[in-house]
């Protein structure tokens, strides 16, 4: 996959996907990922990127030509059509299932706004599709650019080493639930006693049935206590909310979570 980033600080794009699994993805040939400054696309002296808004008001807009030469030199760089995505608060929420999207295409370019934002009609014009990672403002588009890298890479065929390990992941769609969306269970390594408290029975234990079921009961549980807006408790199996009433019980029992 070949993803361009059209920004003011490319490199800080790139340096945050230099580690870790988007690290190697780009060592194996997996990801290529090429960043392209406005500044080198402006002219005059000065290689102005900004101007102050019509109507007034605080903050810079960035100027149509820079982003507009830039796009069409990144959009030259490689034979393939590019899907260009904007990243703003104003954007459609990012979510798994458009990630998935994404990951499946040859091709993106990640337009990075600074200052206020981009003039609109470059937007209208170059951008197939806005995106917001969060409800929260930052001061440009580059941290986002590389949570969606991130997120888009380690879909990608033979980018994580263990090839369950993506579909395990929370936000990962559950079959069995109709496709809906199920929080991880907790996790535990060594020691298993420890002053801050010991490792669930369960777990220790080697009875692989029996940790699935709890590991199913802990996701079922911990997605209604922390976010019910991802559990349609009308389309869970009948063996799903045997685990769920199983897990409500425990809490009412004691008040914390049982295991
Ligand atoms: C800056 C500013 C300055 C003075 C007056 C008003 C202002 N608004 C902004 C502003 O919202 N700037 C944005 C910074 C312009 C687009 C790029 N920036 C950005 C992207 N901030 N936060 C995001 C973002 C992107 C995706 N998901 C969450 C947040």
Do not use: K
Request: charged share 25%; aromatic share 6%.
């Amino acid at each position: 996959m070949r993803i361009d980033v059209v920004s003011l600080f490319p490199e800080f794009v790139a340096t945050c996907a230099g580690f870790g699994v988007v690290g190697r993805a780009q060592e194996r040939g997996l990801l290529a990922l090429h960043g392209w400054n406005p500044r080198d696309h402006a002219e005059g002296n000065y290689r102005r990127v900004d101007d102050r808004p019509f109507g007034g008001g605080p903050g810079m807009v960035m100027l149509i030509e820079p982003l507009r030469a830039t796009l069409a030199a990144a959009r030259a760089a490689d034979p393939q059509p590019a899907h260009v995505v904007y990243l703003s608060p104003q954007g459609r929420p990012l979510t798994q299932a458009r990630v998935r999207a994404l990951a499946d295409l040859p091709r993106l370019i990640l337009l990075c706004g600074r200052y206020e934002g981009v003039d609109e009609r470059l937007l209208a014009a170059e951008v197939d599709e806005e995106l917001s990672i969060g409800d929260y403002v930052l001061s440009g588009g580059e941290l986002p650019a590389a949570v969606l890298i991130d997120a888009v890479t380690r879909l990608r065929d033979g980018v994580l080493n263990d090839a369950d390990s993506a579909a395990q992941d929370s936000f990962e769609p559950d079959p069995a639930l109709g496709g809906a969306l199920l929080l991880d269970c907790p996790h535990y390594t060594r020691p298993p006693q420890h002053a801050l408290g010991d490792v669930p029975e369960v777990l220790l234990g080697g009875n692989h049935a029996e940790i699935a079921r709890w590991r199913r009961t802990q996701a079922l549980g911990r997605t209604w206590e922390r976010r019910p807006d991802l559990l349609d408790e009308a389309a869970l199996s009948p063996a799903d909310r045997r685990l769920l009433d199983a897990y409500r019980a425990s809490r009412d029992d004691d008040g914390r979570a049982g295991d």
